[in-house]
């Protein structure tokens, strides 16, 4: 839900809820899957002037970290201000060495859990293996079954404005993907690559929102 829309001069302020309605974490089960925010802004013309978590054709998301470095992984953030800031909600595995990995074997916990709570779940009461990993156990907008998520666009001289924001859904992220492809040489995997290059459907929309300001 759009908790708050202004314009201050030539800067676009949208201020987003995410609320999970359902009784375990969302995304929930296994960490391949994960959420985020597609959030675009158009000038009267339709023209793009901003976008934030843009979904390729091979089902990478623009601008997030671990897409292209499977060292890394996309922060959570309080405030969007670039393109390359993409709000996900996701859980990444670290290994023994506190590494990250994409391979559940070899999994020993979270460097990374911003999968969206229940309602009532308590995260600095909640004990280690279901607790919340990363910045977001730090950041008082995320906890009890809601995020709050705040754009802030330089929009220049444009007038009038209007956004969309699009809560979307992977149950295979694109880094799970790329660490498989790392051993396309055995026949499973290159079977499963040739399914993968032939799928239409690289995400799907939870919910979807709009507005406009002059």
């Not at 201000?81 to 990444?92: G, K, L, N, P």
């Not at 990993?133 to 705040?150: C, K, P, Q, V, W």
């Not at 040739?194 to 979807?208: G, Q, V």
Request: charged share 25%; net charge negative; hydrophobic share 40%.
């Amino acid at each position: 839900e759009i908790l708050n829309q202004s314009r201050i001069n030539n800067e676009l302020i949208v201020q987003l809820r995410i609320i999970n309605r359902s009784g375990h974490k969302l995304p929930t089960s296994y960490p391949s899957r994960r959420m985020y925010i597609h959030f675009v802004v158009r000038d009267d013309a339709g023209k793009v002037i901003f976008e934030s978590g843009e979904t390729r054709s091979d089902g990478s998301i623009a601008g997030v970290d671990a897409d292209t470095d499977l060292g890394i992984y996309e922060p959570h953030y309080d405030e969007i201000t670039r393109s390359d800031q993409v709000q996900v909600y996701e859980a990444i595995m670290a290994d023994t060495d506190n590494r990250v990995t994409y391979t559940l074997l070899w999994a020993a916990g979270y460097k990374k859990d911003t999968r969206i709570t229940p309602d009532g779940f308590d995260k600095n009461l909640a004990p280690d293996h279901v607790r919340v990993a990363g910045a977001a156990l730090a950041h008082g907008n995320f906890d009890s079954g809601r995020d709050l998520i705040t754009y802030r666009v330089d929009v220049g001289t444009a007038s009038p404005v209007s956004f969309e924001a699009k809560l979307k859904y992977q149950s295979l992220g694109y880094a799970f993907v790329a660490d498989l492809l790392r051993d396309i040489d055995h026949p499973e995997v290159a079977r499963f690559a040739a399914f993968y290059d032939k799928a239409r459907i690289r995400a799907e929309t939870i919910a979807w929102l709009s507005g406009s300001l002059p």
